[in-house]
């Protein structure tokens, strides 16, 4: 798990949109997901999968920073009804899709959605119930050229018994 904790990395410029990940993995990924800790054990997710070439191009444009959906294999777009815990336990489910992606030597790009006006298109977009939260979207796809690791070790971020 620490391989793919540093091997994950954010894919702002997009995949190669030639090659589709199988069902298997999408499954696999989303089982990941699933299996994230929340609060109560509330499993509060709905996962929306999207693999609609024209829907990834509407929802690469809901903000200026989602670009990378046009050439994603999939989206899976995290959907909630909001509770006051409720960022933190898609927050964790949208990692465990992320490392499980990574797993499969699948990129990934993390996408925040509850701003501007984008919500109210994604959830236009994907039909989404009114009760529902569209918290946030993790595109997939085969990177073009992997990214390397990071090393973000930084000693002074770490305090011991007090801040
Ligand atoms: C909650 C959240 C929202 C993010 N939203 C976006 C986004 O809208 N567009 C984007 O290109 N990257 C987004 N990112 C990715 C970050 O920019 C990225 O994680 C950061 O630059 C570190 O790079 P790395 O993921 O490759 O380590 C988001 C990340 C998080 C955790």
Redesign the pocket.
Known sequence: MLKEIYK?????DGFDDSRTISEEDINEILKAGMNAPSTDNTQPWEFVVVDDRELLVKLSRV?A????TATASHAIIICAEPDELQEMNV?IA??NLALAAANLDVGS?????T?EDAQETVKDLLETPTAHTAY??LALGYPTEP?PP?D?WVERKVHWNKF
């Open positions: 994950r990395r954010s894919y702002h903000t920073w989602t670009k990378a927050g949208v990692q790009l993390i996408m925040a959605i701003i946030i979207m990214l990071n973000r």
